[in-house]
């Protein structure tokens, strides 16, 4: 079992920034992710990394949004830069031992989600 939990969220005017954690409890071998889901709408992807560091980003936060990880505190983290109204949802990491699992939205294992409300 691989047990994440996600801070950072909150409440920023648009333009602001944040930046998401994701600590988990097993080893740095997992691929992990972030997802949100906004209120009436279906989950999506935002950004992916692999063990190694590689990543991939929608296509809605590219240029804004930058995922990396530290290995040796087992920590995902989300820079959220240039928010928008759009961007507000609940934010969910994911983790994985695949990354195609990742990338698909099945993972075996997320955390409980942190609140991201973009407005002024």
């Known amino acids: 079992q691989v047990q994440l939990v996600e801070s950072g969220g909150g409440l920023v005017q648009p333009g602001g920034s944040l930046k998401l954690s994701c600590v988990a409890s097993a080893s740095s071998t997992y691929a992990m992710g972030w997802y949100r889901q906004a209120p009436g709408k279906e989950r999506e992807l935002v950004a992916a990394?692999?063990?190694?560091?590689?990543?991939d980003y929608a296509d809605s936060v590219k240029g804004r949004f930058t995922v990396s990880r530290d290995n040796a505190k087992n920590t995902v983290y989300l820079q959220m830069n240039s928010l928008k109204p759009e961007d507000t949802a609940v934010y969910y990491c994911?983790?994985?031992?695949?990354?195609?699992?990742?990338?698909?939205?099945?993972?075996?294992?997320w955390g409980q989600g942190t609140q991201v409300t973009v407005s002024s």
């Open positions: 994911n983790a994985d031992r695949l990354y195609g699992r990742i990338l698909r939205g099945n993972a075996n294992y």
């Open positions: 990394i692999t063990s190694g560091g590689s990543t």
